[in-house]
């Protein structure tokens, strides 16, 4: 068994104190296998938060066979694998179609956050989705007409680059993340925190292009959302896929959401 260490920088939130749900899946996964290319056909690194991700916090990694297991301390953060994937991805919706939604995003919501009461957003310093992040992503997803999906105009930047000039694997898991619980949000459900996420990138995505996010639900299991999201790029080649289990609370539960394995 080898140990080592991964620390996830405070701009990488997602709720005021916790790393990014997506974020922290996309580095947890590279972890496990350095590239998705070197995933078997039709499957994906499979991530599960156990528990909050601390922030500027050397965490440990404990490896075993071809899984892995993070920890701060004696508390379990997350486990990671290779597992199939199945998902049927609904057809790419166009960029101008997104960014006339964008205004209808919970992203621009007045004291929708259960954290903050005097903030923008749903999630307003979040790095995927957040408007009060200072340098975040801007996914800013919001319902589609007549459709159950949510799509998000997404301008990559330059910047972001990786040595490759591509957006960076875990930017691009990011990305993945939020859209599937605003496809909830959309139907009037507000659902817990992520507990899993399965996510594939079948191309890389050039910085600086424009991308669209989809998200859209799948079913739900007692307390659990199950729903998907991808990301397709200025051509329309969809680039990355991902499902997603959002963990809800019955009323008058408290404490963490856990996901049954």
Known sequence: MQFET???AERFRGPPRSGNGGYVCGAFSELLTPNDAALPERHAAEVTLRSPVPLDTPLKVMREHEALT?????VLIAEARLAPLE???PPMPSYEAAEQVRSLSPSFA???SRWF????GFHPVCFCCGVEHEDGLHVYAAPLPHTEIVAAAWPTE????DSSGNVPARFVWTALDCPGQYAFYAGGIRTGMLGRLAARI???IKAGGRCVVTGWR?????RRHFAGTAVFDQSGRLCAYAKAIWVGRRDGETGAAVVAS
Do not use: Q, S, Y
């Not at 330059?158 to 680059?161: F, G, H, I, T, V």
């Open 202 to 204: 079948e191309h890389p």
């Open 117 to 120: 009461h005097d903030k923008i």
């Open 6 to 8: 991964i620390t996830i």
């Open 70 to 74: 993070v920890h701060h301390g004696d």
């Open 158 to 161: 330059n910047r972001w680059a």
């Open 218 to 222: 799948l079913h739900v299991e007692g």
């Open 110 to 112: 007045r004291n929708a």
């Open 87 to 89: 998902l049927a991805v």
